[in-house]
Each structure stands twice: as structure tokens, then as C-alpha cells.
């Protein structure tokens, strides 16, 4: 009776630790301990325990529940509340988003006009700029065609000269600046061309002036050397002077006469400096070599009829002296528009032309039939 007491302890002890490791256990274990319990032959007990220990469960839980029933159904109204609220919210929060769709388009459009507006400013200023670097560009130019229509070339070639390494660096980026600085190479060209104008004019009032000139040197030495004027004045002269004042006479005005009081070389002076500035003063000078060599022979030919006329053998040699008096003057004055060896070299071809008219006015006076109308 007491053995059989014992053993039912002992099953009961091990069904309750089955039950705790099924309790315990993630559902690995439940296999092997179900087969303990059919092996041992305690299904009944097993299953009257299992189900002692469901209900026991099942009061615990009841317990639990009642004893948490105000605090849940609180917090079952609290959520009620928090559920309404959170509607309220939602509600809220989608008007709001409509009214920020509503702000944001409207912010989106003020911001596309405004970067547009900034776009505008910028191109604005930008032009501004560009028209402030033009402006010198087409004032200078603007003169610089005025000075080339009156003939004004020294300033014309400062003008050229600020437009090219002042202005016109600052604006080669713009086409027309390509038009303006073709158009500066023909306003060079125009200048040069004008130049040698000047240098024209100039060798024409040289060729109108070269026998006053020799006139006026040959009074001049001769009053040095003490010779009578009669061997350098030519007759007309000498009747002007005897209707004149002693203190007037011809003689006094060529005497007292200078050079640049009848030759303005003021053309020439600017015509080489006007080369000089453009880098032509080379080119410039063999052209005013090649006019004068030009030029020697036109005012060395003999006149017609010349050997009859004392008086016009001696404005032919004036008109000769006054030619080289001024290229003496001109090479003294300018440095490097003529040498001395170009010089040399004219008077020597000069100087073989007058020997021979001069042996041809010796042979003509010295015919008998002619002499008397020489002397």
C-alpha cells in the first residue's frame, strides 16, 4: 500500500517537470516528453494534469484581467480620444498642406519671376558694361573720321594709336571691332597717302620759290664779298629800286630775307613725322629721294633762249641755288630724311649740268655776233 503510494509521488513528480519543460521549452523537446509520458503508460494522469494546469492558467489570466479592467478600459478611451484627436490632426495637417501647395506655387512662380528679373539685371549690367567699354571706342572713332575729313593727320594718328592699344583690346571679343580695326588699316594707308600729298605741295612750292631763294643768297653773299649788285640783280630790279627810298630797296628786303620767311617746310616736318609714327620713315625717305631726284632735272633744264639774256642766265643759276639751299636746309633740319651722300651725289649731277650750260654760255658770248647783246 506504501509502494504504491510512493510510485504514484514519483509520477506525479515527473509529469510536473514534463509540464515545465513543454512550458519552458520553444517546442523542440515536445515530441520526446509525449513519448516519455505514452512509454511510462501515464496518458490519463498526463492529460489530467495538463489540463489541472490549463485551468490554472485560465484563472490567472481572469485574475490578471480583472485586475487590469479600469487601467485598459482607460486606456481604451484614451485611445478613443488620441483617435480623435489624430483625426482633428489629420484634418488639420491636410489643410495646412493645401495651404502650403497654395503658398508654394504661388513662392515658385515668384521665384521663377524673380530669377528671371535677376537674369534681366544681369544682362542689363552686362550691357551697361559692354556699352561702357564701346562708347570710348565709337567717340574716338567718331573723331578720328572728323580729323581725317579736315585733313587733321597728326591727331588723326593719336587717335589711331588710343584706339588700338587702348580701346580696342578691351572690345575684340564684339565683330565690329573687326570692322573698326580693318577700317584703321585703310585710315593708315589714307594718312600715308596724305602725306606724300604734303610732300608733293611741298617739292611745288619749292620749285616756286627755289629762284627767290637764290636770289636772296646771292645778295647776301654779295654783300659779304663786296660785289656789285648789278652781276646778281637783274635790270627790272635795278629801275624798281631807283623809284624806291634808300632804305627800301629790293636789295635790303633779300639781304635781311630768311629762308622759312618763303619756303614753309612745315609740310615736310610733318610729313616725316607722320611716317615716323607709322613705322614708314624708311619707305618715307627714299620716296622723298626719289621726288627730289624727280625734281633736279626740271629745275636744272635750261630755259628757251636763255644764252640771249644775261639776266636769265642769272635767275637760271638762282633758281638752282635756291633748290640746293633748301635741300641743304632740309638735311640739317631732319634726321635721316636725306644723307649727305645723297646730297653730294645731286650736287655732282648738278654740278656737270652746270658746267656744261655754262661752257655753252661762254661759246655763245664769245661769238662776235652775240656778245654785244650779252654784256
Same mark, same amino acid.
Given at each position: 500500500?506504501?509502494?504504491?503510494?510512493?510510485?504514484?509521488?514519483?509520477?506525479?513528480?515527473?509529469?510536473?517537470?514534463?509540464?515545465?519543460?513543454?512550458?519552458?521549452?520553444?517546442?523542440?523537446?515536445?515530441?520526446?516528453? &509525449?513519448?516519455?509520458?505514452?512509454? %511510462? /503508460?501515464?496518458?490519463? @494522469?498526463?492529460?489530467?494534469?495538463?489540463?489541472?494546469?490549463?485551468?490554472?492558467?485560465?484563472?490567472?489570466?481572469?485574475?490578471?484581467?480583472?485586475?487590469?479592467?479600469?487601467?485598459?478600459?482607460?486606456?481604451?478611451?484614451?485611445?478613443?480620444?488620441?483617435?480623435?484627436? @489624430?483625426? $482633428?490632426?489629420?484634418?488639420?495637417?491636410?489643410?495646412? /498642406?493645401?495651404?502650403?501647395?497654395?503658398?508654394?506655387?504661388? !513662392?515658385?512662380?515668384?521665384?521663377?519671376? !524673380?530669377?528671371?528679373?535677376?537674369?534681366?539685371? =544681369?544682362?542689363?549690367?552686362?550691357?551697361?558694361?559692354?556699352?561702357?567699354?564701346?562708347?570710348?571706342?565709337?567717340?574716338?572713332?567718331?573723331?578720328?573720321?572728323?580729323?581725317?575729313?579736315?585733313?587733321?593727320?597728326?591727331?588723326?594718328?593719336?587717335?589711331?594709336?588710343?584706339?588700338?592699344?587702348?580701346?580696342?583690346?578691351?572690345?575684340?571679343?564684339?565683330?565690329?571691332?573687326?570692322?573698326?580695326?580693318?577700317?584703321? +588699316?585703310?585710315?593708315?594707308?589714307?594718312?600715308?597717302?596724305?602725306?606724300?600729298?604734303?610732300?608733293?605741295?611741298?617739292?611745288?612750292?619749292?620749285?616756286?620759290?627755289?629762284?627767290?631763294?637764290?636770289?636772296?643768297?646771292? +645778295?647776301?653773299? +654779295? @654783300?659779304?664779298?663786296?660785289?656789285?649788285?648789278?652781276?646778281?640783280?637783274?635790270?627790272?630790279? %635795278?629801275?624798281?629800286?631807283?623809284?624806291?627810298?634808300?632804305?627800301?630797296?629790293?636789295? =635790303?628786303?633779300?639781304?635781311?630775307? /630768311?629762308?622759312?620767311?618763303?619756303?614753309?617746310?612745315?609740310?615736310?616736318?610733318?610729313?616725316?613725322?607722320?611716317? !615716323?609714327?607709322?613705322?614708314?620713315?624708311?619707305?618715307?625717305?627714299?620716296?622723298?629721294?626719289?621726288?627730289?631726284?624727280?625734281?633736279?632735272?626740271?629745275?636744272?633744264? &635750261?630755259?628757251?633762249?636763255?644764252?640771249?639774256?644775261?639776266?636769265?642766265?642769272?635767275?637760271?643759276?638762282? %633758281?638752282? @641755288?635756291?633748290?640746293?639751299?633748301?635741300?641743304?636746309?632740309?638735311?640739317?633740319?631732319?634726321?635721316?630724311?636725306?644723307?649727305?651722300?645723297?646730297?653730294?651725289?645731286?650736287?655732282?649731277?648738278?654740278?656737270?649740268?652746270?658746267?656744261?650750260?655754262?661752257?655753252?654760255?661762254?661759246?655763245?658770248? !664769245?661769238?662776235?655776233?652775240?656778245? $654785244?647783246?650779252?654784256?
Amino acid at each position: 500500500m506504501n509502494g504504491e503510494h510512493s510510485d504514484g509521488q514519483l509520477s506525479d513528480t515527473y509529469l510536473d517537470n514534463i509540464i515545465k519543460q513543454l512550458e519552458i521549452s520553444d517546442g523542440s523537446q515536445s515530441t520526446s516528453c &509525449v513519448r516519455s509520458v505514452f512509454v %511510462r /503508460n501515464d496518458a490519463g @494522469t498526463f492529460l489530467r494534469k495538463l489540463d489541472e494546469r490549463i485551468k490554472y492558467y485560465d484563472n490567472e489570466i481572469e485574475k490578471l484581467c480583472n485586475f487590469q479592467y479600469q487601467s485598459f478600459v482607460k486606456s481604451f478611451h484614451e485611445l478613443l480620444q488620441v483617435r480623435k484627436d @489624430t483625426t $482633428s490632426m489629420k484634418n488639420e495637417l491636410v489643410k495646412n /498642406n493645401q495651404m502650403m501647395q497654395v503658398a508654394g506655387q504661388s !513662392l515658385a512662380k515668384k521665384t521663377e519671376a !524673380l530669377i528671371k528679373e535677376y537674369h534681366r539685371q =544681369s544682362n542689363i549690367q552686362q550691357t551697361i558694361d559692354a556699352l561702357s567699354q564701346a562708347f570710348p571706342v565709337f567717340e574716338t572713332y567718331r573723331k578720328l573720321q572728323e580729323c581725317m575729313e579736315e585733313k587733321k593727320l597728326y591727331p588723326a594718328l593719336k587717335l589711331l594709336e588710343q584706339l588700338e592699344t587702348k580701346h580696342l583690346v578691351l572690345v575684340k571679343e564684339h565683330r565690329w571691332s573687326e570692322l573698326i580695326q580693318h577700317n584703321i +588699316a585703310k585710315f593708315r594707308n589714307q594718312i600715308r597717302n596724305e602725306s606724300h600729298n604734303e610732300l608733293k605741295n611741298f617739292l611745288e612750292n619749292v620749285a616756286t620759290h627755289a629762284d627767290k631763294i637764290g636770289k636772296s643768297a646771292f +645778295a647776301q653773299a +654779295a @654783300t659779304r664779298l663786296d660785289i656789285d649788285r648789278r652781276y646778281y640783280t637783274s635790270e627790272e630790279d %635795278r629801275k624798281k629800286d631807283q623809284q624806291q627810298p634808300v632804305d627800301g630797296t629790293i636789295d =635790303s628786303a633779300l639781304i635781311n630775307m /630768311n629762308i622759312t620767311e618763303l619756303i614753309d617746310f612745315s609740310p615736310i616736318y610733318k610729313s616725316l613725322h607722320i611716317n !615716323l609714327f607709322l613705322n614708314c620713315k624708311e619707305e618715307f625717305s627714299k620716296h622723298y629721294q626719289r621726288e627730289k631726284t624727280k625734281q633736279a632735272p626740271v629745275i636744272m633744264d &635750261v630755259p628757251p633762249r636763255m644764252h640771249e639774256s644775261f639776266d636769265a642766265f642769272k635767275k637760271y643759276l638762282q %633758281r638752282v @641755288t635756291g633748290f640746293f639751299i633748301v635741300e641743304d636746309h632740309v638735311m640739317n633740319t631732319t634726321e635721316g630724311l636725306i644723307d649727305q651722300r645723297f646730297y653730294y651725289e645731286l650736287c655732282e649731277r648738278a654740278t656737270q649740268q652746270l658746267l656744261a650750260v655754262l661752257r655753252r654760255a661762254v661759246d655763245f658770248c !664769245l661769238q662776235p655776233s652775240t656778245s $654785244s647783246g650779252v654784256i
